[in-house]
């Protein structure tokens, strides 16, 4: 979970503060209200408690709903912490050398949950995986955010690897393939980097839409596309648009883009959410019912996965946390913010119970035949809004009090119609009723 805190926290503080104060903390301990975290000495207790208290705090508070106090004590078993945070600039520098793959090895085949939203890139990148070079060359995945590209991504370059160890293949993201790049002309190391991008059988290249506008990478991209092209070598590409619809990139690259196989992934649907929900928590090792599953695929904002897994991963600390086994309810208070309020679906009896109770009138009354102007008043305020409102045909409203004519029932909601034209408390009054109908 401190993991977790740790990467929420680098929206809020810089990657130095992350680095220097917060990683080598520890929680030690959540229960109740009070959060206890473990500090190597005094002088981090001083400081943390002083200066990112507060932040820490709000942080589980918005991402885990959890309000409590932190109590920092001084712990024997976190050793001292001395590693430095890592020069950004070796970093870089170890990106280009290393001949790592950047795969991420959870992005499987077997953890990828298919069905007819994505069934189709699916089947395109298992038959990339299962060594049909060139046959889909290059393979185009595209779609919205969060929706699993990166994931196939990385799912065809762990199954080649399992299968040729010896292939070089190579996962990078556009921006880091233009950071790259950029290190290299400052450190006049281009002929390095050259070396390396067209040195590669399999080549995994994520978010091109990225390169759009940046004509030096741009450029140094499609050199590398065309080396690796012409030596038959695999590329997979994903982007959130189709080819043609990527501004600012260059035609001739665009139109290389379509040269293989074009794939697009689609929203999930409610079943396809629940099984990833249901998949998700299996290899996270959390017992999630059918029934939970079902909730949160049916009432969670928005159509991302990766937002759908980030909301189980915030019940779980959730329900860890307040040691409560993950339930419908447990989820409601887990993830409040993120669930739809659905429109309340407002019955004839709702709108007549309002109208009574504001008018203080009998439901028998207003129902009945008795044409007192205290009764049919609210009788016809009732007509209009049922009308109006709930668009309740003529013969239902009609059915609804007593059986009448319905050319009667139209006729009062003429009447409060015309009358809201110039009637301004008629006009209130009316909103005000739609309004308790809705509390
Ligand atoms: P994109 O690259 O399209 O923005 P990602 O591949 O990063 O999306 O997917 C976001 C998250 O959703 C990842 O954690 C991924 O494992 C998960 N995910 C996406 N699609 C699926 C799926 N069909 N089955 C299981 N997990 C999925
Ligand atoms: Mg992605």
Request: glycine share 4%; aromatic share 10%; charged share 25%.
């Amino acid at each position: 979970l401190w993991e977790e805190v740790l990467k929420l926290s680098e929206v809020k503080f810089s990657p130095q503060i992350v680095n220097t104060w917060l990683k080598p903390l520890k929680i030690l301990d959540m229960r109740g209200d009070l959060i206890t975290i473990e500090a190597p000495n005094r002088f981090y207790k001083n400081w943390v408690e002083d200066k990112y208290l507060e932040t820490l705090k709000k942080i589980f508070l918005e991402e885990y709903n959890i309000q409590s106090e932190i109590q920092i004590v001084i712990g024997s078993s976190t050793q001292s912490y001395r590693e430095q945070p890592q020069d950004q600039t070796v970093k870089a520098q170890n990106t280009i050398l290393n001949n790592s793959t950047n795969l991420n090895k959870q992005y499987t085949f077997d953890n990828f949950v298919v069905g007819s939203s994505n069934q189709f890139p699916h089947a395109a990148a298992l038959a990339v995986a299962e060594g049909y070079f060139q046959t889909y060359n290059p393979l185009f995945i595209y779609g919205g955010v969060g929706l699993g590209k990166t994931h196939l991504m990385h799912a065809i370059g762990n199954k080649i690897l399992e299968k040729f160890p010896k292939l070089k293949i190579l996962y990078i993201s556009s921006e880091a393939f233009t950071n790259e790049m950029i290190y290299a002309l400052k450190s006049k190391t281009m002929d390095i980097f050259r070396e390396k991008y067209r040195n590669i059988d399999l080549l995994l290249f994520d978010d091109v839409q990225f390169l759009a506008g940046k004509t030096r990478s741009t450029e140094e991209f499609f050199y590398t596309f065309n080396s690796l092209y012409d030596m038959q070598k695999q590329i997979v590409l994903t982007s959130d648009k189709e080819p043609n619809e990527i501004p600012d990139l260059e035609e001739r690259l665009r139109s290389r883009f379509s040269w293989g196989l074009v794939a697009d992934i689609q929203p999930p649907s409610v079943d396809e959410k629940v099984a990833i929900i249901l998949k998700r928590s299996e290899i996270m090792n959390i017992y999630v019912s059918n029934e939970v599953a079902h909730f949160l695929a049916e009432n969670l904002k928005g159509d991302n996965i990766r937002d759908l897994i980030g909301a189980l991963i915030r019940l779980n600390a959730f329900s860890t946390f307040h040691n409560e086994p993950i339930t419908i309810e447990l989820a409601k208070k887990a993830l409040e913010k993120f669930i739809i309020k659905k429109d309340i679906i407002v019955t004839p009896e709702a709108v007549i119970n309002a109208v009574c109770s504001y008018f203080n009138v009998k439901q028998q009354e207003i129902k009945s035949k008795n044409r007192s102007r205290v009764i049919s008043y609210p009788r016809q305020v009732a007509m209009y809004i049922l009308r109006e409102k709930l668009n309740l045909p003529l013969q239902d409203i009609a059915n609804i009090f007593g059986g009448r004519n319905h050319s009667t029932v139209l006729h009062s909601i003429k009447e409060i119609q015309n009358r809201m034209q110039s009637d301004q408390e008629l006009k209130s009054v009316i909103n005000t009723i739609i309004r308790n109908i809705y509390k």
